[in-house]
């Protein structure tokens, strides 16, 4: 069987070349989905697995736009369809100069399973382009989501695939991108999620990543014996999901001891925590160096200039920041600190080869598609909300963001069990995503 895999990894390769982000998370995900493939020969020989690595479709588009200087600009817009057996396409877009096919392809196929996590009727996918909205004004990004939905408006729809924030697409891009879709199609329905609370928004959606991932962080603690209270607590980050996540750490008597920005980390032995947790909601997103200003706001917290809070003794790790921002240095820096716990808010923030030696030295990771699924979900919510013409409110997503995350946990820890694997979340999540996504692409036929 584990060659059948390995021709797996080698197809995605061939047919992806130079994508190695992409690489990356197949091979993650089909290694640990290997006993699920000696249960079920069917699924070899449906060809499933090489169905699932092959985007059902993917479309790259030119973006054109004008600056305020009068300039042309042109950018390249992306949307990857990736596998619709279990719901619309569903997933974020990002806007970030690194953006090319192997992001967003990795991204895409992360979403199948984390959507499947959730339980909730949602496919995968995931779009974007390689567009820097660092610098930009306030006109310049409305002339960029403007052009961009004037392609993407053709290829979505609330139940063909429904787009929703991601790094560097927040609320007010989201406002844009919305209104360009309504001015086109001439119809007022739930194609993006992350709204506005005044039109169609989910009250709860800006901090339903982080408070999930604390949700997630505590399930695994309280499945090893432990409670968050009094823990110490190194964060990266300083966007959305961070500030969320801090939020939530906090109120379940965490104490944050890190955050980072792109100029290094702020090590704050006092917590970050009060109108500090304020402070990151104004840089939220800003792109802007964020630890030495915050270093002079609060003079008791020391600034580590170009580092990664990786190097800091802690109890619980949660990178929030971007892809692969754990290395295997930093893996060994954790280990050597005394780690057990590391729960990922980012997608993939973790290189293969750090995850392997974290876990075979003792550590317990929450893997992302599993932790941060409770963004996505809260947008499955929003979908819901918009097609029922209706508004919920906070206290019904908070209360269903929780149960949704405590069975996540549940669902992974059972899958893992059930394989023989112990409690391995990683393998445990990867296993019960791709179960119920296989159950459907079974009964749908060679499609
Ligand atoms: O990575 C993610 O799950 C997201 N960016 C959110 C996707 C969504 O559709 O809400």
Redesign the pocket.
């Given at each position: 069987m584990a060659k059948i895999v390995e021709q797996y990894i080698e197809i995605a390769k061939k047919r992806n070349p130079g994508e190695p982000e992409f690489h990356q998370t197949v091979e993650e995900v089909l290694t640990s989905i290997e006993p699920v493939l000696e249960a079920h020969p069917e699924y070899v020989e449906s060809g499933l697995v090489e169905r699932l690595i092959e985007p059902e479709r993917g479309v790259s588009f030119r973006v054109v736009w004008v600056d305020d200087n009068g300039k042309v600009q042109v950018n390249r817009g992306y949307r990857y369809e990736f596998n619709s057996a279990i719901g619309p396409y569903?997933?974020?877009l990002r806007f970030a100069p690194n953006v090319y096919p192997g992001i967003i392809k990795f991204?895409g196929f992360e979403?199948i399973f984390?959507n499947s996590l959730t339980g909730l009727p949602i496919g995968g996918g995931k779009g974007g382009a390689d567009f820097d909205p660092n610098g930009k004004s306030d006109a310049e990004i409305m002339r960029f989501c403007q052009a961009f939905m004037t392609e993407l408006y053709r290829h979505i729809g609330p139940s063909t695939d429904?787009?929703?924030?991601?790094l560097g697409v927040g609320a007010r891009e989201i406002g844009y991108l919305f209104g360009q879709y309504k001015r086109i199609v001439n119809r007022y329905e739930g194609v993006l999620?992350?709204k506005g609370l005044a039109y169609g928004g989910l009250a709860g959606r800006t901090e339903a990543?982080g408070y999930g991932i604390v949700f997630f962080a505590r399930e695994m603690l309280k499945h090893c014996g432990e409670d968050l209270k009094g823990k110490n607590v190194a964060v990266s980050g300083f966007g959305n999901v961070t500030w969320g996540t801090v939020q939530k750490l906090n109120e379940l008597g965490a104490k944050v001891i890190t955050i980072s920005g792109p100029d290094g980390y702020i090590y704050d032995e006092d917590g970050v925590s009060g109108d500090k947790v304020d402070y990151l909601l104004e840089l939220r997103g800003s792109g802007k160096n964020i630890c030495s200003p915050y270093a002079e706001k609060y003079p008791n917290a020391k600034f580590f200039a170009g580092k990664k809070p990786w190097e800091v003794k802690a109890d619980l790790y949660i990178p929030c920041a971007t892809q692969n921002e754990i290395h295997i240095e930093d893996a060994k820096a954790m280990v050597a600190n005394g780690c057990k716990f590391l729960c990922e808010g980012a997608?993939m923030p973790t290189t293969n080869d750090a995850l392997k030696y974290l876990m075979d030295n003792g550590v317990v990771v929450g893997p992302s598609k599993a932790a941060?699924?409770g963004?996505?979900a809260?947008?499955c919510i929003e979908m819901g909300q918009n097609a029922g013409h209706t508004v919920f409110s906070p206290a019904q997503v908070y209360e269903q963001l929780e149960t949704i995350m405590v069975n996540i946990h549940k669902h992974a820890a059972e899958a893992s069990e059930k394989y023989g694997l112990g409690y391995n979340l990683v393998a445990g999540a990867n296993i019960a995503g791709f179960e119920k996504v296989a159950e459907a692409m079974m009964a749908q036929g060679l499609v």
């Amino acid at each position: 069987m584990a060659k059948i895999v390995e021709q797996y990894i080698e197809i995605a390769k061939k047919r992806n070349p130079g994508e190695p982000e992409f690489h990356q998370t197949v091979e993650e995900v089909l290694t640990s989905i290997e006993p699920v493939l000696e249960a079920h020969p069917e699924y070899v020989e449906s060809g499933l697995v090489e169905r699932l690595i092959e985007p059902e479709r993917g479309v790259s588009f030119r973006v054109v736009w004008v600056d305020d200087n009068g300039k042309v600009q042109v950018n390249r817009g992306y949307r990857y369809e990736f596998n619709s057996a279990i719901g619309p396409y569903k997933g974020g877009l990002r806007f970030a100069p690194n953006v090319y096919p192997g992001i967003i392809k990795f991204l895409g196929f992360e979403q199948i399973f984390k959507n499947s996590l959730t339980g909730l009727p949602i496919g995968g996918g995931k779009g974007g382009a390689d567009f820097d909205p660092n610098g930009k004004s306030d006109a310049e990004i409305m002339r960029f989501c403007q052009a961009f939905m004037t392609e993407l408006y053709r290829h979505i729809g609330p139940s063909t695939d429904v787009p929703a924030g991601d790094l560097g697409v927040g609320a007010r891009e989201i406002g844009y991108l919305f209104g360009q879709y309504k001015r086109i199609v001439n119809r007022y329905e739930g194609v993006l999620t992350g709204k506005g609370l005044a039109y169609g928004g989910l009250a709860g959606r800006t901090e339903a990543t982080g408070y999930g991932i604390v949700f997630f962080a505590r399930e695994m603690l309280k499945h090893c014996g432990e409670d968050l209270k009094g823990k110490n607590v190194a964060v990266s980050g300083f966007g959305n999901v961070t500030w969320g996540t801090v939020q939530k750490l906090n109120e379940l008597g965490a104490k944050v001891i890190t955050i980072s920005g792109p100029d290094g980390y702020i090590y704050d032995e006092d917590g970050v925590s009060g109108d500090k947790v304020d402070y990151l909601l104004e840089l939220r997103g800003s792109g802007k160096n964020i630890c030495s200003p915050y270093a002079e706001k609060y003079p008791n917290a020391k600034f580590f200039a170009g580092k990664k809070p990786w190097e800091v003794k802690a109890d619980l790790y949660i990178p929030c920041a971007t892809q692969n921002e754990i290395h295997i240095e930093d893996a060994k820096a954790m280990v050597a600190n005394g780690c057990k716990f590391l729960c990922e808010g980012a997608n993939m923030p973790t290189t293969n080869d750090a995850l392997k030696y974290l876990m075979d030295n003792g550590v317990v990771v929450g893997p992302s598609k599993a932790a941060n699924a409770g963004g996505v979900a809260c947008s499955c919510i929003e979908m819901g909300q918009n097609a029922g013409h209706t508004v919920f409110s906070p206290a019904q997503v908070y209360e269903q963001l929780e149960t949704i995350m405590v069975n996540i946990h549940k669902h992974a820890a059972e899958a893992s069990e059930k394989y023989g694997l112990g409690y391995n979340l990683v393998a445990g999540a990867n296993i019960a995503g791709f179960e119920k996504v296989a159950e459907a692409m079974m009964a749908q036929g060679l499609v």
